[in-house]
């Protein structure tokens, strides 16, 4: 496995593998890596011929007071799973690297970035697609993974490739959980274990809404309403927001009946979570 963290270098590398009719795969990473990315990079692997992981803690993406001095970092431990799995490149910028001095162009998704997370974070959303953006630019991939768990930014990244003409296919892989249902996070290791049992409330609140729609229940209302009361069992947990939208503009749907995505994000002690599912047009 390759370990570049010169932006020049790794577009070098990978206008050289598609001259030679190689097709390049991107899993964007911020590190602490575990089985959900994993499966990002098996999911890349069976795609394309040349695998690039990225393992880069962005910083445009936090807010000012967030989590980014504290976000966990295990370079290490990433670059040996990486490894493990035959990565044929590491690309680990540092922050310097990709934001030189005097840096001052943003890409922005406008209304979408501001809903579901966008909203509880300002500016989170601005800084995801600026950085994507440089990722697409710098590595070239036709294709991108991107994992299910973090739906709103899945979306806004597939609307700025439509919008902005990038050249590559978003691949989003489903979300991985723990055997308890939790979905697996790096900020999962935030949680104490009192926090880690109380976590499972949003795996359960989506899982009441499954129960209900394989059910029959399509109404999106009724579906919310019962989300949120299996997420008040959890009086510890605070809720940020239990909704119910559309997959790709994010906007509230009254009915399930036509494609939905369900999403749930909470504070668990000082560690936000999210969590979805998603139903298919019936």
Known sequence: MLTITSTKEM?????????????VGLVPT????????????????AKVDVVVASVFVNPTQFGPNEDFAKYPRSFENDAAMLSAEKTDCLFCPSVDEMYPAGSTAWVEVE????????RSRPGHFRGVTTVVAKLFNIVEPDLAFFGQKDAAQAAVIRKMVRDLNFDVAIVVCPIVREPDGLAMSSRNAYLSLEERKQATVLSRSLER??????????????LAAAGKQVMSEEPAVRLDYF????????????????GALVAVAACVGSTRLIDNVVFEPR
């Open 11 to 23: 577009t070098t590398l990978s206008k050289q593998a598609r001259r030679e009719g190689r097709r």
């Open 30 to 45: 911020m590190g602490a890596l575990h089985a959900g990315h994993i499966s990002l990079v098996r999911a890349a692997r």
């Open 111 to 118: 209304g979408i970035s501001g809903k579901l997370d966008g």
């Open 209 to 222: 809404v499954q129960t209900l729609a394989a059910q029959g229940e399509c109404d999106a209302a009724r």
């Open 243 to 258: 909704e119910v939208v559309s997959a790709d503009t994010l906007d509230p749907v009254a009915d399930i009946s036509q």
